[in-house]
């Protein structure tokens, strides 16, 4: 167990709507990140927080945000669901940032399938 | 860019073979490697980290790499597989000091009795 909690496990959802992911970052851990693992697309890094503060953005789409609130948790929404966007949802935390010397670890994941 | 390429989709080992996942990498500076592995139905469980030092790096469930500068190769090496090796293992590489990992493809490893 990496003491990431990532809820929920599955979500099946119809096109166009939203939904939302939900992570719980290793206690003391103050940054997030999030990873989409689709089969054509592999692991791409989506967004990254730091206590509250968003710190890196990667291949996010604009359909898609997410934020990190004061208790560390963070959420990503998902809106106006394609069927493209079906894919396993990660979310990682790591202890601190600026420092190399740290690794991530990661949740189960939340697998989203859109139909 | 920093980035890590594993070369080959599936490795096929008999248990108790030697097992070796490959990994090569691109990076500007010093290279930060990782290896992480996904069980089916799994998160990604970290497995061993190259940051500086040793070119040998030791980690969890038996599992070694080894750093090669000259030949920007971070290949991950197990000396006996065991069936429970099966899964799909993952290279990647720190692209900024903030923690974001640049990942490679990944590598199936199928381990039969």
């Known amino acids: 167990d990496s003491g990431v909690t990532q809820t929920p496990k599955h979500l099946i959802t119809a096109t166009g709507q939203r939904v939302t992911l939900r992570c719980s970052p290793r206690s003391g851990d103050l940054s997030v990140y999030w990873y989409q693992q689709s089969l054509d697309q592999g692991l791409q890094f989506l967004i990254q927080y730091y206590n509250g503060e968003e710190r890196a953005k990667g291949n996010i789409l604009e359909r898609f945000s997410a934020q990190q609130f004061p208790d560390l948790h963070s959420e990503l929404n998902l809106s106006s669901l394609e069927l493209g966007d079906s894919a396993l949802y990660f979310c990682a935390s790591s202890t601190l940032s600026g420092t190399v010397n740290t690794e991530a670890f990661f949740g189960q994941g939340t697998r989203l399938t859109v139909v | 860019a920093q980035s890590v390429a594993q070369p080959e989709d599936q490795v096929n080992v008999a248990e108790g073979n030697p097992l070796t996942v490959k990994c090569t990498y691109s990076?500007?500076?010093?290279?930060?490697l990782f290896w992480y592995v996904q069980y089916p139905n799994r998160g990604l469980q970290f497995l061993l980290k190259?940051?500086?030092?040793?070119?040998l790096v030791k980690g969890s469930y038996g599992f070694e790499a080894e750093f090669n500068k000259s030949q920007t190769s971070f290949h991950l090496k197990k000396p006996s597989a065991l069936v429970s090796d099966s899964a799909l293992y993952f290279c990647?590489?720190?692209?900024?000091?903030?923690?974001?990992?640049?990942f490679g493809a990944g590598t199936q490893v199928v381990v039969t009795p």
């Open positions: 190259y940051i500086t030092g040793d070119n």
């Open positions: 990647a590489v720190l692209t900024d000091s903030w923690g974001k990992l640049q």
């Open positions: 990076v500007s500076g010093n290279p930060y």
